[in-house]
C-alpha cells in the first residue's frame, strides 16, 4: 500500500519570505502522480501544484514550485513571495489509480 | 461554470438515525470520489465511481454505509443507523477519465450527537 508522509506539522514564514514543506511517499509502482492541495480554514481543498512522476522536470505554477526527487521519494512545495493569503494546511497527496492518499498535512503560518 | 458541490453543508442528528448526503460533480468529469475527514487530519479514500459503475471501496466503507451514482451524474452517501465515530467532514471529488487532477466540493460536515 501507498504512504504519504508530511513531517512538519506546523510552519510558519514572515510575508514576502520562501518557505519549503517537506513530503516523502512509499510505493512500488514506477507510473504516478504526486499533488499539493490546500486547505484553508473552513474552505474547500483547493489545487496547488501536481507532478507527473515519468517527468524528470520540476513543476512550477507562479510562486509555487516542487522538488520532486523520485529516488529518493521525496516530494517537497516551495512557496516564494508568500503571501497572507497562503496561510491553510498543505497537504501533499500520491494518485496511481484514481484514488488519492494524502499525507497528514502541515498547517502554514504566514507572519506580516 | 460550477464547482463540485455538495448538500447538505451542515448535518446534525442523533446517534442511530440515516443521514444521506449528496455531490454534484463538474458536469464533464466521468469520476466521482468520495472522502471522509477528520479533525485536523487528511482526507481518507472511500469510494469511487466511473460513471455508474462503482470501481472501489474501502474497508472504511462499513455495512451501514452505501453509495450511489445512478445515472452517473450525481451521486449520494448514505449513512444508517449513525455512530458517534461517524462525525467527519465527508468530502466529494471528481475529474475526467483522462485527467488525474480531483476538484473537491466544500464537503458535508457530519456532526453526531
Known amino acids: 500500500a501507498q504512504t504519504v508522509t508530511q513531517s512538519q506539522p506546523e510552519m510558519s514564514v514572515q510575508e514576502a519570505e520562501t518557505v519549503t514543506l517537506s513530503c516523502t511517499y512509499d510505493?512500488?509502482?514506477?507510473?504516478?502522480?504526486l499533488f499539493w492541495y490546500k486547505q484553508p480554514p473552513s474552505r474547500q481543498m483547493i489545487l496547488v501544484i501536481r507532478?507527473?512522476?515519468?517527468?524528470?522536470q520540476n513543476a512550477t505554477e507562479n510562486r509555487f514550485s516542487v522538488n520532486f526527487q523520485k529516488a529518493a521519494k521525496s516530494f517537497s512545495l516551495k512557496i516564494s513571495d508568500s503571501q497572507l493569503g497562503d496561510a491553510a494546511m498543505y497537504f501533499c497527496?500520491?494518485?496511481?489509480?484514481?484514488?488519492?492518499?494524502f499525507g497528514q498535512g502541515t498547517i502554514l503560518t504566514v507572519h506580516p | 461554470d460550477t464547482g463540485v458541490s455538495q448538500n447538505p453543508r451542515h448535518k446534525i442528528t442523533k446517534r442511530g438515525q440515516n443521514v444521506t448526503f449528496r455531490c454534484d460533480p463538474i458536469?464533464?468529469?466521468?469520476?466521482l470520489y468520495w472522502y471522509r475527514q477528520t479533525l485536523g487530519q487528511g482526507p481518507e479514500f472511500l469510494t469511487y465511481?466511473?460513471?455508474?459503475?462503482?470501481?472501489?471501496k474501502s474497508r472504511l466503507l462499513s455495512d451501514r454505509f452505501s453509495a450511489e451514482r445512478p445515472k452517473g451524474s450525481f451521486s449520494t452517501l448514505e449513512i444508517q443507523r449513525t455512530e458517534q465515530g461517524d462525525s467527519a467532514m465527508y468530502l466529494c471529488?471528481?475529474?475526467?477519465?483522462?485527467?488525474?487532477?480531483?476538484?473537491f466540493g466544500p464537503g458535508t460536515r457530519l456532526t453526531v450527537t
Open positions: 458536469s464533464e468529469h466521468n469520476r
Open positions: 507532478q507527473e512522476a515519468y517527468k524528470q
Open positions: 465511481f466511473q460513471n455508474e459503475a462503482q470501481l472501489e
Open positions: 510505493t512500488s509502482e514506477s507510473d504516478y502522480y
Open positions: 471529488a471528481s475529474s475526467g477519465l483522462s485527467v488525474d487532477e480531483q476538484y
Open positions: 497527496a500520491y494518485n496511481s489509480y484514481g484514488k488519492l492518499t
